[in-house]
């Protein structure tokens, strides 16, 4: 019989740790920003003037865009809730969730945008369709998701026990 090891995960520390800290900041940064999308959803008088059928498209056009804006804000901050939860206890689920995370936001950003622009064109008024989160997305899977899947820290750390 052969003996078999086990081998013990590493601590997270390092590149990971870095790139952890990363993605902490860019979801603190998210529930931040997320403070006046949330407050212009929740007031009363837009959300009146939205639902009459004589109201202009560009109070649905940025009530909509505004809307996935804030949906893909919530899916980061739990996201990376849950990615906590499971560096926490060094899971070897992590590594597939995180990029998979990072690519649910890049469709999520993605799609946002072209809904955006779509809705834009179809009313005919030209609105500046923010661009600054979606190039977010692309950079943090950019790096990300190569990173995950790569490093031999990574792996070294989130090993199946």
């Known amino acids: 019989m052969t003996p078999t090891t086990k081998h013990e995960p590493r601590p997270i520390g390092g590149?990971?740790?870095?790139?952890?800290?990363?993605?902490?900041a860019w979801a603190l940064y998210t529930a931040i920003a997320m403070r006046d999308p949330l407050k212009l959803m929740?007031?009363?008088?837009?959300?009146?003037?939205?639902?009459?059928?004589?109201?202009h498209g560009w109070y649905r056009t940025i009530i909509v865009m505004v809307g996935c804006d804030v949906l893909t804000g919530v899916?980061?901050?739990?996201?990376?809730?849950?990615?906590?939860?499971l560096a926490w206890?060094?899971?070897?689920?992590?590594?597939?969730?995180?990029?998979?995370?990072?690519?649910?936001?890049?469709?999520?950003?993605?799609?946002?945008?072209?809904?955006g622009d779509y809705m834009t064109h179809a009313i005919g008024i030209d609105i500046d369709i923010p661009f600054d989160g979606f190039i977010q997305a692309v950079a943090a899977a950019a790096l990300g998701i190569p990173y995950f899947r790569l490093s031999r820290r990574v792996r070294e750390t989130f090993i199946d026990a």
């Not at 590149?15 to 902490?24: E, N």
């Open 15 to 24: 590149s990971l740790l870095i790139a952890l800290i990363c993605l902490a």
């Open 75 to 85: 899916f980061i901050v739990v996201g990376m809730g849950w990615l906590a939860l």
């Open 89 to 115: 206890r060094k899971s070897p689920r992590f590594t597939v969730h995180v990029q998979a995370w990072l690519l649910a936001i890049v469709a999520m950003r993605t799609g946002a945008y072209l809904l």
């Open 42 to 55: 929740l007031e009363w008088e837009i959300l009146a003037v939205f639902a009459r059928p004589e109201t």
